[in-house]
């Protein structure tokens, strides 16, 4: 399931300068580059699909794999092995963000620095949804998309990132526009309280990130129910690549 995809480790410090190493996977030559970052049940073939669209639509995809078997999912073992990385993924803890983003934002920096990609683009799903909206402050990172962003798990109203990285990311998307974030309208773990912190942390005084919702209880909007979703989904990822299209092809 992944022919095509070239295969690379990188690795870089965290908090308190501790190293991680991670593969990653990438698929053509393009400047135009997204980033696809997992979600909990893993990088299965829902979201090789996702990868596939994106390639096909002129943009190198990039895929991070930071945790769980390859080519199919796991919810349950993935749940497992992400609560034994506690060094890596803070999933209750709020106002700052999960350390492995400092790994993303090198992996990101890597990629425009020695990489070839020119024009960054950052998808998060689930578990790794809110850090899109820590990324995008990366000046790496001209586009990002937050899909069901679900951290921190037991506080709906809160949100995964300092008041530091708020206001960083305030600041960047006042200069890149704003950013997308999905949600299936009935999804009680991205809820809609999730929502309006966002909305509430980033669209006092403008819209710095436009919301999409796609009727239906599903969660993952652009992989596992992306199907169910019907029409509905179709247009929210049809909105997805005209927004990446806009930001990493016409900058180019």
Known sequence: ???????????????????????????GDQSATIVIIQEAPGIGPETLALADRMHKQGFRVVLPHLFGPLGRTSRVGNLARVFCMRREFHLFEKNHSSPVVDWLKALCRHLRLENGARNIGVIGMCLTGNFALTLVAEDSVLAAVASQPSLPIQDKHGLAMSDREIAATREKLDTKGPMLALRFSGDRLCSAARFSAIDKAFNDDRERVRF???PGDGHSTLTLDFIRGGEPAREALSEVIAYFRQRLCDAA
């Open 1 to 27: 399931m992944l022919e095509g995809y070239v295969k690379e480790s990188f690795t870089a410090p965290i908090a308190s300068d501790r190293k991680v190493t991670h593969d990653f996977y990438s698929k």
């Open 212 to 214: 999409l919702e796609i």
